[in-house]
């Protein structure tokens, strides 16, 4: 790094408020784009919790407000979505500054494959976990009992899970950097499993409805992302390891 290009906690904080400016301003032009096919967009996220309805049934709404303020917050979750590269760009570009300039090279693949982890978490809780998770839940209703869905609500919990799942799919893009940057090695990866697996059920029950089938639905992926992760890490360690023979050589 070099000592020049080092700023002061203030200068970091001016630039974090830059950044964040120009991710509140992406969002917002998707969001704005998004919003023209909200009705459209909702009824695609509505697809899963409808394939398992009794026949007939349909989510209602209570406020008068609550169709229109659900329609925004599909715009807004859209718009989110699509802004991903930016919003991820912006993170990547604020860290840049704390790595040497061959290591900067990094952020190009960071941001692609963070987009594609994040869309990827969030499709796959879209078509895997949310049909067999609506049907577990619709599952206890009976003569007695009867679900009646309101948007507002089913809107809140397909939110927190597309993001949820989106969120915990990047956990080997971080990996992989943090083992390209030399801060994590794949020995402290395998010797940490056991306690990483207790953490992945622990977030899991945070971050997913309380019941066991979404938490192993989401636990189970990061786990088989773990040891990919590891399988990645070892790949990264060989590659560095020989580069680093190749350039002593050279210098002999």
Not at 185 to 195: E, I, P
Request: glycine share 6%; net charge positive.
């Amino acid at each position: 790094m070099d000592s020049e290009k080092k700023l002061p906690f203030t200068g970091h904080l001016e630039e974090l408020r830059k950044r964040l400016i120009t991710c509140c301003i992406a969002v917002g032009v998707c969001f704005a784009s998004c919003y023209a096919f909200s009705k459209k967009l909702f009824e695609i996220l509505m697809m899963p919790l409808l394939s398992v309805l009794p026949a007939g049934d349909k989510l209602i709404y209570t406020g008068l407000p609550d169709a229109f303020f659900t329609y925004l917050k599909v715009a807004l979750l859209a718009g989110i979505l699509l802004a991903m590269p930016v919003i991820f760009y912006q993170l990547w570009m604020f860290i840049i500054p704390g790595l040497y300039d061959k290591e900067r090279h990094i952020v190009i693949y960071a941001v692609f494959f963070s987009s594609i982890f994040f869309v990827g978490g969030a499709l796959f809780g879209y078509f895997i976990v949310f049909p067999f998770g609506f049907k577990f839940f619709l599952s206890f209703s009976s003569d007695f009992i009867h679900p009646m869905l309101s948007i507002k609500e089913y809107l809140a919990f397909a939110t927190k899970l597309l993001l949820a799942f989106g969120v915990v799919f990047e956990m080997p893009i971080f990996i992989l950097i943090l083992t390209k940057l030399g801060l994590v090695t794949v020995k402290n990866l395998r010797t940490y499993r056991k306690y990483v697996i207790v953490l992945f059920f622990a977030f899991s029950a945070i971050l997913t409805p309380p019941d066991v089938v979404t938490q192993v639905m989401m636990a189970g992926p990061l786990m088989i992302l773990y040891e990919l992760s590891i399988i990645g890490a070892m790949i990264i360690t060989k590659k560095k390891q020989k580069e680093q023979k190749e350039t002593g050589g050279q210098k002999e």
